[in-house]
């Protein structure tokens, strides 16, 4: 299917376990991003990625790993995952003209116990 | 300092009437972009509408229209004739382009929550 998709959709994990959420787009956009949401802190920038190869911290990205191979996959791992990192996590993505919008995928709801 | 302020944390709205959406934001960078997405309970974050610091006219998508007040830093949602599908959560985010960089990343408000009443 086209678009861009995220799995698990839902995961409960617990503290201390590595855990990788997947991100997927058929567009071959250049740029990529992760965002958190969480209540009262609306969206904020994990990482993002402008190319294959290419990555960069966000506001909030302790904790987290990023790669980028291939220019349609985009995963975040957290490397031993904290009650703080529950939450939901998005993947988007955007064409590399400027003013293009972000597409989102559904989400990830992560929560760790 | 906050960059873009949604000063309403929930609204009501009677459907077919219309409503308007706050939104602040605080740049300094000449070119930006404003953009406004839905959030249904569903989940997903969907596009609605942009506007671009030099557009000279307000942007218009469907019943979605953008109230640009550029002097004023405002950006208002003006949805016309409700319909029950529109209750969701809504976000105002922003762009900066030279103060970015290369990031492309968007700033996001705390959102607000529409309620359509039958």
């Known amino acids: 299917d086209a678009g861009i998709t995220q799995s698990p959709r839902y995961k409960i994990t617990e503290t201390g376990r590595q855990v990788t959420l997947m991100c997927h787009q058929t567009w071959s956009h250049s740029y990529m991003f992760w965002y958190r949401q969480d209540l009262g802190h609306g969206l904020r920038l994990i990482y993002y990625?402008?190319?294959?190869?290419?990555?960069d911290k966000g506001e909030v990205p302790d904790g987290y790993v990023v790669s980028r191979s291939k220019t349609e996959n985009f995963p975040l791992t957290l490397e031993s995952a904290t009650r703080s990192q529950t939450s939901v996590y998005f993947c988007?993505?955007?064409?590399?003209?400027?003013?293009?919008?972000?597409?989102f995928g559904p989400g990830t709801r992560l929560t760790v116990t | 300092a906050q960059k873009i302020t949604q000063t309403q944390p929930g609204m009501f709205v009677q459907e077919k009437e219309a409503v308007t959406l706050d939104c602040t934001y605080d740049t300094s960078d000449p070119s930006y972009g404003l953009f406004w997405y839905k959030q249904p309970s569903s989940g997903e974050m969907i596009f609605l509408i942009y506007?671009?610091?030099?557009d000279q006219q307000n942007a218009t998508e469907g019943r979605y229209s953008l109230n640009f007040q550029k002097a004023r830093k405002s950006a208002n949602l003006v949805i016309s004739a409700s319909q029950l599908g529109d209750s969701a959560m809504y976000f105002c985010a922003m762009r900066e382009i030279h103060n970015a960089g290369n990031n492309r990343k968007l700033i996001w408000g705390l959102g607000t929550s529409l309620a359509v009443n039958p």
């Open positions: 988007a993505s955007s064409e590399s003209t400027q003013w293009y919008e972000q597409y």
């Open positions: 506007q671009g610091s030099y």
């Open positions: 990625s402008a190319a294959a190869d290419i990555t």
